[in-house]
């Protein structure tokens, strides 16, 4: 193993490394295109045996993608904002083939107005989409997450995405542990799936059904995607037990005897963990839960961290408008025939790269101890008008 400070565009690129990725497809758009950046370089100077495909469009590079994973090879792409938005057809088509494809995206704003800063609504708006969805807090997470999506999406046949925010991770440079290519490979055997296309062995890949038979196919991916819960928990176990680092699909931070839980997602987690332990220590029972799996909604982890709290303060960086905190929404429905299920307080933060700082977190806290009952549904942090 060796040690290398680096930006999380970069780590993502190591990883891809790592799962020897045969095929990658893409189309650079900021903040995403160090990633496929390095990627190119290491397909030409022969450190990733890989074939590099620049295409003309984001809808190409996944197109290309499926088409990789269709004749049994290990495919990536990387992607941001509207470039994911423009792969949306081809997002239902890779996960209605059952294709593993692992997609990396790097969290930023839709336009319009354009923005190329942090927020986690382009990657949310397609949860109904079929994609494993994971998000990362760190870079050494982004690296390690890569490689253990592969091993998930492989093994249940569904596609996954990686998650990570614009520039507070993708252009900001942090020590990442680089496993040994021998461990990963005992990690991550070769990709062998079932079904591929073969001259000699004729196969099809999402053809029409008849009108009574599509419906089975989808109750199939269904049972795929919660088969992924115990996947991803199990694939977290074992890379624990082989590389020393644990990323639970849920992590629950200080969580014993809290009365107030903040719950939140990406970089955002790491700022409240400083906030949780000024609380603690300060004799308040605050404690933190992390989502890192979204996708399939671990609902199980979800009711067994967070029931047995009195109130949840939920920061989203990313808003479904009409509706809310996306994860606020997700909780509330994983809870709503709970047993005394905890008040859910959906709060508003940080959209379009405002930084959440350890002040904004704190305010939060303050905000829902305050009052028994949020006075509104949706509750915005640090609006200027």
């Avoid at 680092?245 to 931070?253: D, G, K, S, V």
Wanted: some cysteine.
């Amino acid at each position: 193993m060796t040690t290398k400070v680096m930006e999380g565009t970069h780590a993502i690129s190591h990883a891809v490394t790592l799962s020897r990725a045969r095929v990658i497809a893409a189309y650079p758009i900021t903040p995403s295109s160090g990633v496929v950046e390095l990627l190119s370089e290491m397909c030409a100077d022969g450190r990733l045996d890989a074939r590099f495909v620049a295409v003309e469009s984001e809808h190409s590079a996944l197109a290309t993608c499926a088409g990789a994973s269709q004749t049994g090879l290990r495919a990536f792409t990387a992607t941001s904002s509207h470039g994911l938005a423009y792969m949306h057809e081809m997002l239902h088509w890779c996960a209605g083939a059952r294709l593993p494809i692992v997609l990396a995206d790097v969290n930023r704003a839709m336009g319009s107005p354009w923005n190329i800063f942090a927020d986690q609504s382009d990657s949310l708006s397609q949860r109904d989409t079929g994609w494993i969805q994971y998000y990362c807090e760190n870079n050494q997470e982004v690296l390690d997450t890569i490689i253990q999506a592969f091993r998930v999406a492989e093994q249940v046949l569904m596609p996954a995405m990686v998650c990570l925010d614009a520039f507070f991770l993708s252009h900001t440079s942090e020590p990442v542990a680089i496993p040994d290519q021998k461990l990963v490979d005992a990690f991550l055997p070769p990709f062998a799936p079932p079904y591929a296309l073969a001259p000699d062995d004729p196969r099809a890949f999402g053809g029409l059904p008849s009108g009574d038979g599509y419906m089975e196919l989808r109750a199939r991916m269904e049972r795929s995607m919660q088969d992924a819960v115990g996947a991803a928990e199990t694939a977290a176990r074992e890379y624990a037990e082989m590389f020393g680092r644990h990323h639970p699909i849920l992590e629950e931070y200080r969580t014993e005897g809290a009365a107030l839980l903040l719950v939140t997602s990406g970089t955002i987690a790491g700022t409240a963990r400083a906030v949780v332990d000024a609380r603690r220590e300060a004799g308040e029972q605050v404690g933190m839960v992390k989502i890192r799996l979204f996708r399939p909604f671990p609902f199980a982890a979800i009711r067994a961290a967070l029931g047995g709290a009195k109130k949840l303060a939920v920061v989203d960086r990313n808003l479904s408008f009409g509706h809310g905190g996306i994860m606020a929404s997700e909780i509330r429905s994983a809870l709503c025939n709970q047993p005394s299920a905890p008040i859910v307080f959906s709060y508003i933060a940080g959209l379009g790269g405002r930084d959440v700082t350890p002040a904004v977190i704190d305010d939060v806290v303050s905000a829902t101890q305050a009052v028994e009952r949020p006075e509104s549904d949706t509750l915005w942090v640090g609006l200027k008008e």
